[in-house]
């Protein structure tokens, strides 16, 4: 049984720093990528960043490019997102994923067969 728990979410003031973890298990060769995906009220669910399990692919979302970064930690099967520099427009519900994306298309949320149940990420002006 696959299982994606989440932490590290909270309040911070925009300019401020969070680092969110997954922890993965069960999740053995059924999957190739972990992606993190938020969502703000009243909007889609959208792509944030993802990182192939060979940590040899990472792709970002535009809106967070040089501010986040994803990692992962195999021997754990933890992947981490470092969120620097937050603005009040990244409040959302982050939640990560599992599953089998082409590495081309890891933004592609369709891919993804398991997710977390999110943590809240909410940033202050």
């Known amino acids: 049984q696959v299982q994606l728990v989440e932490s590290g979410g909270g309040l911070v003031q925009a300019g401020g720093s969070l680092r969110l973890s997954c922890a993965a298990s069960g999740v053995g060769s059924s999957t190739s990528a972990m992606g993190w995906f938020r969502q703000a009220p009243g909007k889609e669910r959208d792509f944030v960043a993802a990182i192939t399990w060979t940590g040899r692919t990472t792709d970002y979302a535009d809106a967070v490019k040089g501010r986040f970064t994803i990692s992962r930690d195999n021997a754990k099967n933890t992947v981490h997102l470092q969120m620097n520099s937050l603005k009040p427009e990244d409040t959302a519900v982050y939640s990560c994923?599992?599953?089998?994306?082409?590495?081309?298309?890891?933004?592609?949320?369709?891919?993804?067969?398991?997710w977390g149940q999110g943590t809240q990420v909410t940033v202050s002006s």
């Open positions: 994923a599992a599953g089998r994306p082409y590495s081309s298309r890891l933004y592609d949320r369709r891919s993804y067969n398991y």
